[in-house]
Nanobody, 123 residues
Framework: QVRLVESGGGLVQAGGSLRLSCAVS?????????MAWFRQTPGEKREFVAH????????NYADSVKGRFTISRDNAKNTMSLQMISLKPEDTAVYYC???????????????WGQGTQVTVSS
């Protein structure tokens, strides 16, 4: 079965940068899946951040992160990344790696999820 493991979260000062990674393993090639990043704060709905096509040739971003975050994938290494710059306190959340069959912005349409990694941006 598909397994996703996030890493790279931590505490960073506002204006700083952070790079999250997602390692993918399982019984199918990672390139079979559309992949995405979501984030969630306590009491809030899980929020779309970005998604990337199977080949990595197409990406989409939430308006709140566009221009600051960059999603990428390396199918040969079975990894996906989220490079975050100019971080704001509002970016504080648990960030989740997800995989699915369709490139959508809705969390419940993704099939597989990582355990999440905490990103905290101090003001």
């Amino acid at each position: 079965q598909v397994r996703l493991v996030e890493s790279g979260g931590g505490l960073v000062q506002a204006g700083g940068s952070l790079r999250l990674s997602c390692a993918v393993s399982g019984y199918t090639l990672s390139s079979y899946y559309v992949m995405a990043w979501f984030r969630q704060t306590p009491g809030e709905k899980r929020e779309f951040v970005a998604h990337i096509s199977r080949s990595g040739g197409s990406t989409n971003y939430a308006d709140s992160v566009k221009g600051r975050f960059t999603i990428s994938r390396d199918n040969a290494k079975n990894t996906m990344s989220l490079q975050m710059i100019s971080l704001k306190p509002e970016d504080t959340a648990v960030y989740y790696c997800a995989a699915g069959n369709v490139a959508v912005d809705t969390a419940n349409l993704y099939d597989y999820w990582g355990q999440g990694t905490q990103v905290t941006v101090s003001s």
